[in-house]
């Protein structure tokens, strides 16, 4: 999404909204943490000009308390200042991962397919870790700098002269504002590249991790190594150029505070040569100014980072302002008993995928779809999880419309099983309770030994405590598609949806499910796809999909 600006400011600042009061304890003990350092410096120059003779109606028992007290004070508010800021930017990153993964969980299955995990990975992990710079680097130190910067610039005015005042204010304006915003701008092409690189690479790495097998059976290992290296060089190369510009501005910023120095010692001799001021005056000046540019620094430093921040806020507010395929509805109760597809039609990037598809499913029926890949056996089933909306036609759970139900209220009762199953890094046991954390032991056992997976397990040392990640790749597709069957069979929906679920399976141990299916058959409503006629033996009822339009097949 294009973002002007100021639209991604004004987004990434609606967040901050319950953290007001500690930004507002950061800003003050900022403030005076900074007016605490002049002092130091700006009190030292007095005891100088005390020390060379200059009336000063002050004792050296007194400047040097004020120092040390400053010195001492500064320390402790430069304290609460990091810790306000730094509490307020990991609570809100800690937010903002909850809010992503409410979207993410709002967006839905058919979102979720269609994005790139590399890019969900960068959003969850460095994405969020570069706005830290933004909450915690950003938002204080800019309203620090104009409040000191204010402070300064009516304090040399009032007790120096207002063209000390008027340099001062100047070179906080080029210092703090006019380069950073050159700085961004000229950078920001080269930090939206680098976070789009990021997320390709973590993209392919994510690949390379969980195609290894493939890659290696395949020989194919230096190539992929050669790969990674190509796209390490690209993030090495962008990198570099940030960082080449980077040095530069520092080196410009530099510069014009030393032409600003030199101004205001240039502009206090004239003044002096015309009896204007008097000598101390311009040493106070040129001391208050080089000691409080400290503030207005810390923002021409920034640019480097906020390039690649905002790269990463946009990304952020992307996925958070993104809408959902479809909208769930209000209702969270459901009881299935039956569903209907009534007139069904589909298009998929103008691509028609059904076409007047019409289908009844009653609890107790085993209902079976039959085609080639790619014809829109799993569309069917997408739909009825509602993942998408039906260009056509309807949809209705027990005679209501799909859409006036909740997404938990279908969840409750629709189960949709593919050929890939998903094992966290955890015990076999828990990766089983996900279906049923309630579930006693008896049921665990019962429902492994109907997905035919009971003897595997326990011939493993540690049995249902074996890690997943211990096994490695001592476990095959089919008896992790297996594992996956036993979370069904533990959690009993309503309406089972298989696609393709035993299609890494042998004959023998489909044989085994497909019975153990066949037997659940009075609790539920099962609807079986596959390409293999032999899988849908179990069906009372098959279908075969052609050209987009469902035909009940009486021969099997």
Same mark, same amino acid.
């Given at each position: 999404m294009k973002r002007s600006f100021t639209k991604l400011i004004s987004g990434l600042l609606r967040l901050i909204g319950p953290f007001i009061f500690v930004i507002f304890l950061a800003v003050v003990n900022g403030v005076v943490g900074f007016v605490l350092s002049m002092n130091i410096t700006i009190f030292a120059a007095i005891a100088i000009l005390k020390y060379f003779g200059i009336a000063i109606n002050m004792s050296y028992t007194l400047i040097f308390t004020i120092i040390v !007290?400053?010195?001492?004070?500064?320390? &402790? !508010?430069?304290?609460?200042e990091q810790y306000s800021n730094?509490?307020?930017?990991? %609570?809100l990153l800690a937010v903002l991962r909850d809010k992503i993964f409410t979207v993410l969980r709002r967006l839905g299955g058919a979102k979720l397919d269609d994005k790139n995990k590399g890019e969900i990975i960068s959003l969850l992990q460095s994405d969020i870790e570069t706005l830290e710079v933004f909450y915690a680097h950003t938002i204080t130190p800019t309203l620090i700098a104009i409040i000191v910067s204010t402070i300064v610039t009516v304090f040399l005015g009032i007790f120096a002269s207002w063209y000390f005042a008027l340099i001062a204010l100047i070179s906080y304006v080029i210092i703090g504002f006019i380069i950073p915003v050159?700085?961004? @701008?000229?950078?920001?092409?080269?930090g939206k590249n680098y976070r789009q690189e990021l997320g390709l690479f973590e993209e392919f790495y994510l690949d390379s991790i969980y195609g290894s097998?493939? &890659?290696v059976s395949q020989n194919r290992g230096e190539k992929r190594k050669e790969s990674v290296s190509l796209y390490s060089k690209s993030l090495l190369k962008l990198n570099d150029e940030l960082e080449k510009r980077n040095v530069f501005f520092k080196n410009v910023t530099s510069t014009i505070i030393i032409l600003c120095n030199i101004a205001i010692i240039f502009v206090g001799l004239l003044l002096y040569k015309k009896e204007i001021i008097a000598s101390p005056y311009i040493i106070l000046a040129y001391v208050t100014l080089t000691s409080s540019f400290g503030s207005v620094v #810390?923002? #021409? /430093?920034?640019?480097?980072?906020l390039a690649m921040t905002f790269a990463s806020g946009n990304r952020v507010l992307d996925l958070l302002e993104e809408m959902p395929n479809v909208v769930e509805g209000k209702n969270d109760i459901l009881d299935f008993e039956e569903v209907k597809l009534a007139n069904i039609a589909f298009k998929y990037n103008d691509e028609l995928i059904l076409n007047n598809v019409n289908l009844e499913i009653k609890k107790g029926e085993i209902v079976g779809i039959l085609g080639p890949s790619g014809s829109g056996k799993s569309t069917i089933l997408k739909l009825l999880m509602h993942f998408y909306n039906p260009t056509n036609g309807k949809i209705l759970y027990n005679a209501k419309d799909i859409n006036d139900y909740s997404f938990k209220a279908l969840y409750n009762n629709v189960n949709l099983f593919s050929q890939t199953t998903y094992l966290f890094s955890d015990t076999i046991l828990n990766n089983i309770l996900i279906a049923k954390p309630d579930a006693k032991m008896?049921? !665990? @056992?019962?429902?492994? %030994? /109907?997905?035919s997976i009971l003897e595997f397990i326990e011939s493993l040392p540690n049995g249902f405590e074996t890690r997943i990640t211990d096994l %490695?790749?001592?476990i095959s597709t089919g008896e992790k598609q297996r594992l996956g069957l036993a979370r069904v069979f533990l959690r009993k929906p309503k309406l089972l949806l298989l696609d393709e679920a035993t299609s890494n399976i042998d004959a023998i141990n489909e044989g085994v499910i497909l019975k153990a &299916? @066949?037997?659940y058959q009075e609790d539920m409503a099962i609807v079986i796809i596959s390409h293999r006629k032999s899988t849908l033996g179990i069906c009372e009822k098959i279908y075969e999909l052609k050209d987009g339009t469902l035909c009940f097949k009486s021969d099997m």
């Open positions: !007290v400053s010195g001492f004070l500064r320390g &402790i !508010v430069r304290y609460f730094h509490y307020m930017a990991f %609570k050159i700085f961004y @701008k000229h950078n920001n092409k080269f097998y493939e &890659i #810390a923002l #021409a /430093n920034l640019p480097n980072n008896e049921e !665990v @056992k019962l429902a492994c %030994k /109907n997905a %490695k790749d001592n &299916i @066949k037997e």
